[in-house]
């Protein structure tokens, strides 16, 4: 069994939140694969043109799996609905994720974050697992609600366990980690006080 310090959820989980986030994802399946990769399917909307790429994304990993869904897409009520299955994520997708992302938060407009976006949903859940010491096993993201799948260990025995977690549990979790992170640091006096 690997230590707590050789998997870093938190960071795994929320790079691949990055990457998905921007298509707009309505639902999703993410698992472990070979080699410490993980594999995500699910479904997203378009609300624009049907079939249609949208026009920001550059040639990625992302720009494939849209030109890949154009093949898939159905109308509903004036939208698209575009299937995506089994992309992987590697190691080294992770690695550049992460780094493009640093790279985004660096240079923050001063919006609010959203802390119900998927990258942050994926975030919380890694904390969570970081914060447990559990394995990953899968997750699942469905109607704003996030189940977890993770194995731990319970008086010495391993065990399969089931979380779920809602928006307000979510929020709450976000907001426990971010001030576990910044501690409230007290003012010292000056002098000219």
Not at 145 to 173: R, S
Request: aromatic share 10%; net charge positive.
């Amino acid at each position: 069994m690997k230590s707590k310090a050789a998997v870093n959820y938190q960071c795994i989980l929320r790079a691949i939140g990055q990457g998905i986030e921007k298509l707009g994802v309505e639902s999703f399946d993410l698992e472990m694969s070979d080699n410490h990769g993980f594999v995500v399917s699910g479904t997203y909307r378009e609300t624009k043109s049907p079939c249609a790429p949208k026009p920001r994304l550059k040639k990625s990993l992302l720009s494939l799996i849209i030109n890949a869904a154009k093949n898939k897409c159905k109308q509903k009520t004036g939208s698209t609905l575009f299937h995506f299955s089994k992309i992987r994520f590697t190691r080294s997708n992770i690695e550049l994720l992460d780094q493009a992302g640093k790279a985004s938060r660096t240079s923050w407009d001063g919006n609010p974050l959203n802390p119900l976006g998927i990258s942050h949903v994926l975030r919380m859940a890694g904390a969570y697992l970081d914060s447990k010491g559990s394995l990953f096993l899968r997750l699942s993201w469905r109607h704003d609600k996030l189940t977890v799948w993770h194995f731990k260990h319970f008086n010495g025995m391993g065990v399969e366990a089931k979380e779920m977690f809602t928006p307000q549990n979510l929020y709450d979790q976000w907001v426990r980690h971010f001030n576990a992170r910044k501690p409230h640091r007290l003012l010292k006096p000056t002098g000219s006080d």
